[in-house]
Structure formats: structure tokens, C-alpha cells
């Protein structure tokens, strides 16, 4: 930065580059003037294209007397001592206590309440987007804020199993980040399956290495699995996660290890017939009344998105889990089919839910992660009477 701001006390030769101005522009002026008493310049007009000024000489240095040394001797002296009053603010800039510009124009303006009013975005959202100020957002301590926590996040408590019974164990691991700076977290979730057995088998499904399959003809297509295809797509902060397969092209293309896909691959369609009365007719396990529970929608898997919405991003929205309680999921409709079973899990969910998010409007409250959180393998465990562990 070319200059610090000052505390409101300080004057405006604390900036380093005004100083320099003011000294050029001083030295600059008594130049002029020494020049322009000159006795020894008998133009009647000359034109300094370097100083920039019009020096007015001829008759008027005739009337010069013997005073005129003195005269430009002190405005030499003037200009110096002018000079000197500047130079020791050079000396003290480093003592100074500086905010740096950078980064506090959303802190003032979320202090004013006039963010929008001003176009301070980054303000209007909430972000600290201020330079250094801002935290890694690879770092797992660093919040939806943009600042870093002085403290890691903890998971709340496991969800009450009642007397659901839990028929399948499925290990999610994700891959977050990317390089050296890349780490693992591992969700552990159990599914009600006796409860809402249609809505489990679509989770089972495309949780488990065989992958979901709703078109018997797969010469043109490939099932869809959320293990080493699928990815964290959405955060919503604090509140819940969700998770899918954001293109079925581009998870097959990966399938294939090639840039795309053939033009002739044919996506998934979303599930229809009996599949889909069945997910219809099934409730809800639970309601939405704690953190770590297993959510899909109305409809079931497949039915996340708008409906006019392409088959191949059927599936990006497949399953939400909740980070707190979420009664507006109960009025959409969504349906619980399973929880989260222990604490590792829980302090997992709370680090991914705090994670930052792209924004892309002030009053957007969340959107996907700002790194890549990929769905490293998906293991299903068939199981019973397994209770969660804290």
C-alpha cells in the first residue's frame, strides 16, 4: 500500500507520500522565487518549461537593490526550515500505531449500518475480505466470517436414537481441499431403514459401489455413485450440508479418465414410476428437531432440484444433513431417513458447516464451499441393533 490511514487525530502529513509532495512542491516555489529576484536574468520574459512557471524579469530587475541577496537568502531559509518541521515525521512513521486501509472500508461501514449504500458487499455479507485480515479458508479454524476461530468448533450431541433401529452403517470420507494443505473428514451415518425402507434403498444405492440406476439401459449410461464422484455441494452455515453428484457427465468422463464424456451418454433419469409412488408414500422418520439427521426430499432422491432442471444435474442435491434444528425442512416436506451415530462425526459436521462459502449477493446466506470438498469413497455396511456411540 502506498499509504497507511492515521488514527482521526493525526494530521495529513502522516502519509509518507503527501510528505513528499509537500517538499517537492516547497522546493519547487523557492526555486521559482530565488530565480525570479535574480539580478543576473535580463530578459524582458523567459519560460522555464521545468519549473513550469513564467518568470517575469526586464525592468523589474533593474529596480533591484543591494537588498535583493537578503531577500533570496531568506526565502532560501523559509523553505528549509518549512522542510525540516516535515522530516522528522519520517523518523516517528514506523512508531506511529497505522490502520491499514485495506479491509476497513466493510468494518466501518457495517459500524454505519450503510453497506449496501456505499457498494461495500463484502460488508453487506458479513465477509472480513480485508487482505491479511482474511483467514485461509483451507484452514479448518477458519469461519464463515473470513476471520479464524479462536477456538476449533465442536459438534453437538449425537441425536437421540430412540427406538429406530439402524439396518444400515454408512462411512462417508471426504477429501477437503487440495495439495499439502488437503485433509480427511469422515461422517459416519446410520440409516432408518425399517421405518422408510424405499427412501433407504435410493440412499444405499447410490452410497454403495454398485451406484443408482433408475434406466435399464446402461450401454448409454453408467449408474450414479456419490464414492469418488459425488462432492459436499452446498453449506448452508450452521445450519446444514448437502451432498451429490453435480454432473453425471462429468462423473463418468472422471469413470473413463477422459476430458468429457461421449456425446451419446445418457444421464440418469430422475426415479419414476412405482419408485417414485413408493418415496411418496413413505414419512418422515423423525422431524427435523436436532443436528446430524439424515435428510432427502419430499419426493425422494433425484428430486432436489427444479423439476425443469437437466438430468444429468438431477442428482446434485441428493441428501442434506441438518447442523441444527431445522423446522422450515419439516414445512418443505423433507424427510428424515437416518442420523449421524457418533461424536467424531458430530465435531466433522460442525468444522464443515462452519466452513466459508461463495456468496455471490449481499443477502445471500449460503452457497457452495470456496474449496473443493470431494466425496473420497462411500462405504455401506449392512447392520442392526447398532447403537450410536458419544
Known amino acids: 500500500e502506498a499509504c497507511h490511514r492515521t488514527p482521526q487525530n493525526a494530521s495529513i502529513v502522516g502519509c509518507p507520500m503527501i510528505r513528499i509532495m509537500i517538499i517537492c512542491l516547497l522546493l519547487a516555489s523557492s526555486i521559482t522565487h530565488v530565480l525570479a529576484f535574480s539580478p543576473n536574468l535580463n530578459q524582458a520574459q523567459s519560460y522555464s518549461p521545468h519549473l513550469g512557471a513564467r518568470l517575469v524579469t526586464g525592468r523589474a530587475s533593474t529596480k533591484l537593490n543591494n537588498d535583493t541577496d537578503e531577500t533570496r537568502r531568506s526565502i532560501l531559509s523559509q523553505t528549509l526550515l518549512s522542510t525540516s518541521l516535515l522530516i522528522p515525521s519520517f523518523a516517528n512513521a514506523a512508531s506511529v500505531p497505522v490502520q491499514r486501509a485495506v479491509g476497513s472500508g466493510e468494518k466501518r461501514c457495517r459500524e454505519e449500518g450503510n453497506c449496501l449504500e456505499t457498494f461495500e458487499l463484502d460488508g453487506a455479507v458479513g465477509w472480513n475480505w480485508g487482505g491479511t485480515e482474511r483467514c485461509d479458508a483451507s484452514d479448518p479454524n477458519c469461519g464463515p466470517d473470513g476471520r479464524v476461530r479462536e477456538?476449533?468448533?465442536?459438534?453437538?450431541?449425537?441425536?437421540?436414537?430412540?427406538?429406530?433401529?439402524?439396518?444400515?452403517?454408512?462411512?462417508?470420507?471426504?477429501?477437503?481441499?487440495?495439495?499439502?494443505?488437503?485433509?480427511?473428514?469422515?461422517?459416519?451415518?446410520?440409516?432408518?431403514?425399517?421405518?422408510?425402507?424405499?427412501?433407504?434403498?435410493?440412499?444405499?444405492?447410490?452410497?454403495?459401489?454398485?451406484?443408482?440406476?433408475?434406466?435399464?439401459?446402461?450401454?448409454?449410461?453408467?449408474?450414479?455413485?456419490?464414492?469418488?464422484?459425488?462432492?459436499?455441494?452446498?453449506?448452508?452455515?450452521?445450519?446444514?450440508?448437502?451432498?451429490?453428484?453435480?454432473?453425471?457427465?462429468?462423473a463418468y468422463a472422471k469413470s473413463i479418465r477422459k476430458a468429457k464424456a461421449p456425446d451419446e451418454f445418457v444421464p440418469q433419469p430422475r426415479p419414476s414410476g412405482e419408485r417414485l409412488e413408493l418415496a411418496r408414500s413413505e414419512s418422515s422418520a423423525r422431524q427435523h428437531d436436532a443436528a446430524g439427521l439424515i435428510s432427502v426430499p419430499k419426493e425422494g432422491i433425484g428430486y432436489g432440484t427444479f423439476l425443469s432442471g437437466s438430468d444429468d444435474e438431477a442428482y446434485s442435491n441428493a441428501f442434506q444433513i441438518t447442523a441444527a434444528a431445522a423446522p422450515d425442512m419439516d414445512k418443505a416436506g423433507r424427510k428424515v431417513i437416518g442420523q449421524l451415530l457418533d461424536a467424531k462425526s458430530m465435531d466433522a459436521l460442525a468444522r464443515l458447516a462452519g466452513c466459508p462459502t461463495r456468496k455471490l449477493l449481499p443477502t445471500q446466506t449460503g452457497g457452495s464451499p470456496l474449496f473443493k470438498m470431494a466425496v473420497d469413497e462411500s462405504v455401506v455396511i449392512a447392520k442392526s441393533d447398532l447403537a450410536p456411540t458419544e
Do not use: W
Open 151 to 250: 477456538e476449533p468448533l465442536v459438534g453437538k450431541t449425537v441425536p437421540d436414537l430412540g427406538s429406530f433401529e439402524i439396518t444400515h452403517v454408512i462411512d462417508l470420507t471426504l477429501n477437503i481441499g487440495s495439495g499439502s494443505n488437503a485433509y480427511i473428514e469422515t461422517l459416519k451415518m446410520g440409516l432408518y431403514g425399517n421405518n422408510c425402507p424405499g427412501l433407504v434403498k435410493e440412499m444405499v444405492d447410490m452410497c454403495g459401489k454398485g451406484g443408482l440406476v433408475t434406466s435399464k439401459n446402461l450401454l448409454l449410461g453408467a449408474p450414479v455413485r456419490i464414492g469418488g464422484y459425488g462432492a459436499l455441494t452446498y453449506i448452508k452455515p450452521d445450519e446444514r450440508l448437502e451432498f451429490g453428484v453435480a454432473s453425471q457427465k462429468v
